[in-house]
């Protein structure tokens, strides 16, 4: 886990933050990352970002329940224990035919939770770096990494120009941890405060 | 002009709204502590719910017998019970799935508490048929595990299995969907939260969400997967339920016409469901903004369309029985109107079919009170329904000298009793502890719906059209830059 610093800018308002996504990315800036308290949509092709595979994934875990269903089934019936049931096939198709959808279902569901989970990297007891206390409330977030070559104050004021309402430097942990929201992280004595809380 | 949507509509969210006064409106009735009110309610809730636990035990200890079914009506109060929670169950899959595939902008004011009802139903569906079951330790025998018993395996071909396989799917993919789409608003809880206990439960509850744009674009995708495998799922499961009857060879339940039948029934009683819990949740939590009298409007509408097929379906059975000429249907369609149960059959029709005809009335559809009544009426007519089809088909079957009057005891209505009392525990805790409504759908529809945007809308639409042309134009100009 690495130590980083970040440009964090806060926008008021999801049609300013659109264009300084933008023109942050244009700039060549290091974008971190952006966090919005509800989906803004293009915010995404703003950024670059490609579309989710995740469906790929629900299709595939679909596919794999049709079978085990069809393939559990049939062996149960035909091969493991062929039982007489009021003189029926041993192979009944159409009467297979509600669970295969119901285990189709439940394996495209369950697996693709588990896969957005996975992707996103949430479960219980994950933390992350919270960048601003209203970040899922009603403030539009952009953080830029700190690199090397990064002249801060250039890009705080090119922030600054662009919209947003307020713009300070936080250091944080990149990725995640296992830890509890309760406990104070080590850095937000150094961390400056919003003044929006 | 990136959010337009006409004044024709009304707007989904009243009053003078931003994305701040949203997120309190809904999130800081979580943060007080509980009123007077809430505990009276939840020590109801509790009270029942001990009371079913109390029925259950003597059941399960002295066995089936306690219960008030006989050998001629094998299934009874239980199976009605277990009919009448899924029903309900299936509104809220309805809203949160098939209004979202519909692009519905209304659901997002009442989907989290719909899907919220149809959790504690299904919950409280489930434990029917398992408690039905007697020997409840040999429950899993139902499961198709390899066992040192041959293997013997359980009977595929059999709808009470099918029904197995579909309430427990539907059970297990409406948590997914629900919880899904809770997790970034227990994230606005938990970043607002001041004590340390709320920041340590909230934070394990919102599984460390940031809402980063690929959080959000794949929250997106999994809900339109999960609304997609939802609403083919709620359809069968309704059909598989029916089935549990129409494979059956019982006169009165060997019918095609039941899957469509029971879907449309249980989407009649889920959303009478629905409302009786918003229209007290809306009033009790000021939520009136939110949950407006358009809301309850649409709502009653698909009472009233859903009321009709249900009414259409009594009619097509009855056309049936008269039709096919055999007589046996005929018996079992004459007994129930008929029989020493007529009034079961009487009380079902005028809460079915006769009381939903006064929501042709606009003025009775955004009537507040009124529909708090019809949909008290609407659940007891349809759980007359289940009554009906289930005992009424059962007590005077072939043989007159089987034919016997069916009555409860008191181990069956705790039973029921009990299970109120845990869906009205689990609901209470629901709507004092996660927010009722999904504040970030409300703030991803606020600019295109809510009433003070959409009066800058009606500034617009009135506007001269040399000028609009040109604003756009200006507009679009400007974008190109």
Known sequence: MAIKQYVVASFRDEDQLLPAVKKVRMQGYKLYDVFTPFPVHGLDAAMGLRQTALHTAGFIY????????????SWIFVVSWPLDIGGKPHFPLPS?????FELTVLFSAVGTTLTFCWLNQIMPGVKKHIFHPRQSDDRFVMAIEITPKTQVEEVKQFLLNNGAEE??????????????????????????????? | MLHYESTVREPLVNGNKDYHQVTEDIISPIEKKPGKLWWIALGFAVTMLLFGVWSVFWETYWGIGVWGENRTVGW??????????????????????ILLLFRQGWRTGVNRAAEAMTIFA???????????MGRVWLAFFILPYPNSRGPLWVNFNSPLLWDVFAVSTYLTVSILFWYSGLIPDVATIRDRAKKKFAKFFYGLCSFGWRGTAKEWQRLEALGLLLAGLSTPLVLSVHSVVSMDFATSVIPGWHETIFPPYFVAGAIFSGFAMVQTLLILTRKILHL??????????????????????????YITELFIAWYSNVVYEQGAFWWRI?????????????????????????KLRRNIPFTFVMSIVVNIGMWFERFVIIVLSLYHDYMPSAWVYY???????????????????????????FPVIAVWEIRSVLKTSGENYKQKMAALEQKDTEEFLQEVQHEHALAAH
């Open chain 2, 122 to 132: 299904v919950l409280c569906a489930g434990q029917f048929p398992v408690w039905h």
């Open chain 1, 62 to 73: 679909g596919a794999l329940g049709t079978a085990t269903a069809l393939l559990g089934m």
């Open chain 2, 407 to 433: 009555s409860p005891r008191w181990p069956e209505v705790g039973f029921y009793i009990g299970t109120f009392g845990l869906f009205f525990t689990c609901y209470l805790l629901f709507a004092k502890y």
């Open chain 1, 167 to 197: 713009v300070q430097v936080q250091t944080a942990e990149e990725g995640w941890w296992y830890g509890l929201f309760s406990k104070r992280e080590k850095y937000d004595d150094i961390n400056p405060q919003w003044s929006v809380q």
């Open chain 2, 288 to 313: 009136e903004e939110y949950v407006t009298l358009g809301h309850i409007e649409a709502m009653n509408k698909i009472i009233m369309l859903t009321g009709g097929i249900v009414a259409m379906a």
């Open chain 1, 96 to 100: 297979f035919i509600p669970i295969t």
């Open chain 2, 338 to 362: 008929l029989g020493p149960y007529w009034w079961a059959y009487i009380i079902l029709i005028t809460c079915n079919v006769v009381s939903p005809q006064l929501f042709w009335f606009k």
């Open chain 2, 76 to 97: 009874a109060w239980d199976i009605t019970n277990f009919v009448w929670w899924v029903g309900i169950g299936h509104a809220g899959t309805l809203i949160s799935a």
